[in-house]
C-alpha cells in the first residue's frame, strides 16, 4: 500500500478499534468491580485483577485481529498485493517498533486498571468514587509510617521490626517515572529516524535507550536524595528516604 | 515519601545507575559518550550545591531541556552514524522550545496554586522536583 491516502484510513481504523477495546474494558470493569465492593478486601483484589486483566487481553487480541483485518481488507479493496504489504510488515524492523508499541500501550492501560482496581478493593469503593475519597477504611496511607510504605495494604508490621525491602531493579523502575521514560526513548527515536527514516532497529538503540533511562534514574536518585527534608513535607509519592 | 527506600539504597542505585550511563554510551562513540556526560553532569547539577539549578528559576527550564530534548535527540543522531544536518538543528531546537514552553506553563500553575493554598508565593520548594513531562 503506497497511498498516503489509504495509510491514513488504516490508522484512523486501528485507532478506532483500540478506542472501543479500551472503552469496552473501562465500561465491563466498572461493573465488575462494583459489585465486587460487598467482598472481603483480599477476595475484592484477587477477583478484580482476575477480571480486568483477562478482559483486557481478550480486548486487546480482539481489537488487533480485527484491525488486521481490516488492513487486509482494505489492501484488497486498493487492489494491491496483501502478501507485499504482509511481507513488508513483519520482515522489517518496523514490525518491531510497532509490537513495542502496541505492547506499551497495553501494559500502560493494564497498570491503570489495576492500579484503580487495587485502590477500589482497598479502599471499599467503586472505581467511580476512588478519587473522592473512600466511605470506609482502611484507605492507604498518604506517608510511610513507622517503617512501613506508604500503599493500600492491610499490613500491620514487618517482621521482626525491620523496615520493608525494596530491590534495586525494582526500585530503579520506580525511578524511572514511564511518562519521562516514554518522551526521552521518542525523542531518540525521532533523532535516529530523521532524515532517512527508522528502516531497522538495532542493538544500538537499545543501548542508546538503556543510557537514557539510567541517566534519568540518576538523576531522579540524587534528586530525592538532596530532597528529602523538603518532600517529607511536600511529596508523598516519592519513595525515599525511610531513616 | 513511602519510605520504600533508604538514602543508602538511592545513592547505591545512583551511582550504579551512572555506571550503567557510561558503559552504554561507550559502546556507541565518543559523541554518545560526551552526550551521556553531559546528561549526568546535569542531573547532578540541578538537585547538588554549589549550582543547585531546581532553585535557579530561570536557567532550570533551559538546562533541563538540553537534559530532556537535546541529549536525547543528539544520542539518536549518533546512533545514525550521519553527520548533523540542518534540519536536524531545526527540529531539535523546536522541540526544545516546545518542552521549555511545556515546563515554564507547568511551574507557573504550580506557583499558582501554591499562592492559592496560602503557601509561600512561587515557593522553589514546590517546583525542584525533576519535572514529569
Not at chain 1, 485481529?65 to 486498493?78: D, H, K, N, P, R
Not at chain 1, 531518540?188 to 538503540?205: E, N, R
Not at chain 2, 506553563?105 to 496560602?118: N, Q
Request: with cysteine; net charge positive.
Amino acid at each position: 500500500m503506497t497511498e498516503s491516502v489509504g495509510a491514513g484510513w488504516t490508522a484512523a481504523l486501528v485507532f478506532c478499534l483500540y478506542l472501543l477495546g479500551l472503552w469496552l474494558a473501562y465500561r465491563f470493569g466498572r461493573a465488575r468491580l462494583a459489585r465486587l465492593e460487598s467482598e472481603p478486601p483480599d477476595v475484592r483484589r484477587v477477583r478484580g485483577r482476575r477480571v480486568v486483566l483477562p478482559l483486557l487481553g481478550g480486548v486487546y487480541a480482539l481489537a488487533g485481529g480485527a484491525s488486521i483485518l481490516g488492513v487486509v481488507l482494505l489492501v484488497q479493496a486498493e487492489g494491491g498485493s496483501v502478501n507485499e504489504y504482509v511481507g513488508f510488515v513483519f520482515s522489517s524492523s518496523v514490525s518491531l517498533l510497532v509490537a513495542l508499541v502496541l505492547a506499551g500501550a497495553g501494559a500502560l492501560a493494564t497498570l491503570a486498571f489495576t492500579d484503580t482496581a487495587d485502590r477500589a478493593a482497598a479502599i471499599g469503593d467503586a472505581p467511580h468514587h476512588v478519587l473522592l475519597g473512600g466511605r470506609r477504611l482502611p484507605g492507604p496511607l498518604s506517608r510511610a509510617l513507622g517503617r512501613l510504605r506508604a500503599r493500600p495494604d492491610d499490613d500491620l508490621a514487618a517482621q521482626g521490626g525491620r523496615a520493608e525491602v525494596t530491590r534495586l531493579p525494582v526500585l530503579a523502575l520506580r525511578m524511572l517515572r514511564y511518562r519521562v521514560a516514554t518522551m526521552l526513548w521518542v525523542l531518540l527515536l525521532l533523532g535516529a529516524a530523521a532524515g532517512d527514516g527508522l528502516v531497522h532497529l538495532g542493538w544500538s538503540h537499545a543501548l542508546a535507550a538503556v543510557s537514557l533511562a539510567a541517566a534519568y534514574v540518576a538523576a531522579t536518585t540524587v534528586n530525592d536524595v538532596a530532597d528529602r527534608d523538603i518532600d517529607r513535607i511536600n511529596h508523598t509519592g516519592t519513595p525515599a528516604v525511610r531513616s | 515519601m513511602t519510605g520504600e527506600a533508604s538514602e543508602r539504597d538511592l545513592l547505591v542505585l545512583h551511582w550504579l545507575a551512572c555506571a550503567v550511563t557510561f558503559a552504554a554510551a561507550a559502546s556507541l562513540g565518543a559523541p554518545a559518550v560526551a552526550l551521556a556526560l553531559v546528561s549526568l553532569a546535569i542531573g547532578r547539577a540541578y538537585s547538588l550545591e554549589p549550582v543547585a539549578l531546581s532553585y535557579r528559576t530561570w536557567l532550570a527550564p533551559v538546562v533541563l531541556g538540553v537534559a530532556y530534548v537535546l541529549v536525547p535527540y543528539g544520542l539518536g543522531v549518533a546512533v545514525r552514524g550521519v553527520a548533523l544536518r540542518s534540519a536536524d538543528a531545526l527540529l531539535a531546537g523546536a522541540l526544545f522550545l516546545l518542552f521549555l514552553a511545556r515546563i515554564v506553563l507547568r511551574t507557573s500553575v504550580i506557583a499558582g496554586a501554591t499562592r492559592r493554598k496560602g503557601d509561600r508565593p512561587c515557593s522553589c520548594a514546590s517546583t525542584n522536583k525533576l519535572p514529569a513531562w
